[in-house]
């Protein structure tokens, strides 16, 4: 079992930058890669990015050259910088893990409010 603790959310004019952090505890010893997805009212849920632990990469599109993923195996946390923000990127943003031991297993956060302002 692995639990997601999401932090940094909040909200920000236009044009400024925040920083969402998830620490992953408990069996984290099978996660091989974390990310952020994100649900806006009348949207559906979507990947923003995933980093693996080997530190590969993916972004959509729509945040490429804004959004910055990262990651500290050491404390299990994953982090999410946020610059250029967007009222469009006005969501419930909630942190994910992907772990595989014997099968594939999901685990996601509670979410965190991120609110851009125009």
């Known amino acids: 079992q692995v639990q997601l603790a999401e932090s940094g959310g909040g909200t920000v004019q236009a044009g400024g930058s925040l920083r969402l952090s998830c620490e992953a505890s408990g069996r984290t010893f099978n996660i091989y890669a974390m990310g952020w997805h994100r649900q806006a009212p009348g949207h559906e849920r979507e990947l923003v990015a995933k980093?693996?632990?080997?530190?590969?990469?993916h972004y959509t599109d729509s945040v490429k050259g804004r959004f910055t993923i990262s990651r500290d195996n050491a404390k299990n946390t994953v982090y999410l910088q946020m610059n250029s923000l967007k009222p469009e990127d006005t969501a419930v943003y909630y942190c994910q893990a992907d772990s595989f031991g014997t099968d594939y297993v999901p685990y996601w956060g509670q979410g965190t409010q991120v609110t851009v302002s125009s």
């Open positions: 980093i693996t632990n080997d530190g590969n990469t």
